[in-house]
Every structure is written in C-alpha cells, then in structure tokens.
Nanobody
Framework: QAQLKESGGGLVQAGGSLRLSCDAS????????VAWFRRRPGEDREFLVS????????FYADSVKGRFTASRDNAKSTVFLQMDSLMPEDTAVYYC????????????????WGQGTQVTVSS
C-alpha cells in the first residue's frame, strides 16, 4: 500500500517561493496520477493541481494557475510543487494524494493521502 509524505513547508515572506515534495513508498507509485490540495484555516480542503502518471499533463485550479508548478520524478517516486509569488492567502496545510484518474478535483477520487505540510506566508 502506497504511503505518501510531504515535506518542504515552512515560513516565507510574501512574494517568496517554496518547493514542496511528496515522497511515495510502500507501493506502486509510477503511473498513478497525483494531486495537491490545501486546507486554509477554517476552510474545506481545496484542490490545487493534478499531474498525470508520467507527468506529461497537468491541470491547475484557477487560484494557483501561473504561480504554482507541479512536476514529478518517477525514478525517485517523488512529486513536486513549486510555489512562486506566494501570498498570505496561500497560508495552509498542503497535502498530496494519489488516485486512479488524472484531472479529478474531488477528494473521494484519491485513496492515498499524506499527512500534510504547513506553509505560512507572512505579509
């Protein structure tokens, strides 16, 4: 069974950048679509981006399009989220999740989740 673990979160000033990693272990990761979500304080979890199994396709939510970039290295079983031009409203816990279909924004489509990494953007 695949296990996912996020890393790379932290405190950054507005306008700065962070790169999150999602490392997979314990199962077949290659070929599985992966998505990034986030949960801002007091809000529901929000879909950010889906990346296809080989990384050739990405689908972004409007809220992060043009600022966030997803990529993956299947040889290392790792998916990345490069976050640029960060704003205070990007403060959230960020999660990666693996599913069976690319481009799905709904949480129930993803069977494997990491525990999240905190990103805090100061103004």
């Amino acid at each position: 069974q695949a296990q996912l673990k996020e890393s790379g979160g932290g405190l950054v000033q507005a306008g700065g950048s962070l790169r999150l990693s999602c490392d997979a272990s314990g199962g077949t990761f290659r070929g599985l679509p992966v998505a990034w979500f986030r949960r801002r304080p007091g809000e529901d979890r929000e879909f950010l981006v889906s990346i296809s199994g080989r990384g050739e396709n990405t689908f972004y939510a409007d809220s992060v399009k043009g600022r966030f970039t997803a990529s993956r290295d299947n040889a290392k079983s790792t998916v990345f989220l490069q976050m640029d031009s960060l704003m205070p409203e990007d403060t959230a816990v960020y999660y990666c999740a693996a599913g069976v279909a690319y481009g799905i924004t709904a949480e129930p489509a993803y069977g494997f989740w990491g525990q999240g990494t905190q990103v805090t953007v100061s103004s």
